[in-house]
C-alpha cells in the first residue's frame, strides 16, 4: 500500500468523448505527478502539480490538463480522446526519504477509448 | 532526447539463482535512480533507489550505480517464482520537476520453479 488512491480503477470511452481521472496522494506529499503507460511501454511524464501549480509538462497536448486543491489530490482530464490515449493512467506522489525524493504510484485507471 | 534503454528479455532464471537487471541512461546530469517492479496489469511497485555511486542493498535486492559508465543494475539473490515480473528502471530528468521521471521499456524476467 502506498497511500495513493486514484479513481476510477476501469472505465470505457468513446472516441471524441472527455474523462476525468482523479487521485488522492500519500500524506504528507504535496507533489503529484500524472504518467501514461501503454501497453508494452514504460511510463511517460504528463506533467506534475505542486502546491496546487502546474510544476513541469511532458510531450502531451493541451487536450491533457490537470488540477491540483488545497488537500494535495488531483485530477486529469483528456478532452477529445483519441484511440491512442487508451492505456494504464498513473498517479504519483513524491516525498523526501532520507537523501532524497522518493515516488508511488497508485493503483492506476485503465482507460480504454473505443 | 533523454532515453533509458533496457533489454526487454525476457530474463529467465532458474529459482534459487541471482538475476541480473541491467539498465543505461543518456542524462549524464541524471542523480537519483529507480527501480520498480510491475506485475501484469497491476501499478509499478518502487523496490529500491539509489543516488550515490556504488551498492545499495536491501534484502534480497542490490542496486549497483556507476555514474561514469551512466549504468545503473540491479540483482536479485536467490530469486523466487513471486519475483516474476516487469522490472522498470527510471531515473530524474536533470533539470525537470521533481516528480519526472524518464522510464525505459522494462526487462520482463521470468524465474522458473
Known amino acids: 500500500e502506498t497511500g495513493v488512491t486514484q479513481s476510477p480503477t476501469h472505465l470505457i470511452k468513446t472516441r471524441g468523448q472527455q474523462v476525468t481521472l482523479r487521485c488522492s496522494s500519500q500524506?504528507?506529499?504535496?507533489?503529484v505527478s500524472w504518467y501514461q503507460q501503454a501497453l508494452g511501454q514504460g511510463p511517460q511524464f504528463i506533467f506534475q502539480?505542486?502546491?496546487?501549480?502546474?510544476?513541469g509538462r511532458g510531450n502531451f497536448p493541451p487536450r491533457f490538463s490537470g488540477l491540483q486543491f488545497p488537500n494535495y489530490s488531483s485530477e486529469l482530464n483528456v478532452n477529445a480522446l483519441e484511440l491512442d490515449d487508451s492505456a494504464l493512467y498513473l498517479c504519483?506522489?513524491?516525498?523526501?526519504?532520507?537523501?532524497?525524493?522518493?515516488?508511488?504510484f497508485g493503483e492506476g485507471s485503465w482507460l480504454t477509448v473505443v | 532526447q533523454k532515453e533509458v534503454e533496457q533489454n526487454s528479455g525476457p530474463l529467465s532464471v532458474p529459482e534459487g539463482a541471482i538475476a541480473s537487471l541491467n539498465c543505461t541512461y543518456s542524462?549524464?546530469?541524471?542523480?537519483?535512480f529507480f527501480w520498480y517492479r510491475q506485475y501484469s496489469g497491476k501499478s509499478p511497485e518502487l523496490i529500491m533507489f539509489?543516488?550515490?555511486?556504488g551498492d545499495k542493498e536491501d534484502g534480497r535486492f542490490t542496486a549497483q550505480l556507476n555514474k561514469a559508465s551512466q549504468y545503473v543494475s540491479l540483482l536479485i539473490r536467490d530469486s523466487q517464482p513471486s519475483d516474476s515480473a516487469t522490472y522498470l528502471c527510471?531515473?530524474?530528468?536533470?533539470?525537470?520537476?521533481?516528480?519526472?521521471?524518464?522510464f525505459g521499456k522494462g526487462t520482463k524476467l521470468s524465474v522458473k520453479p
Open positions: 504519483a506522489s513524491s516525498g523526501t526519504e532520507g537523501s532524497g525524493n522518493t515516488i508511488y
Open positions: 500524506s504528507g506529499h504535496n507533489t
Open positions: 502539480y505542486y502546491r496546487e501549480e502546474e510544476n
Open positions: 542524462d549524464r546530469g541524471s542523480q537519483s
Open positions: 539509489i543516488y550515490s555511486n
Open positions: 527510471a531515473v530524474n530528468d536533470y533539470g525537470g520537476s521533481q516528480g519526472n521521471l524518464i
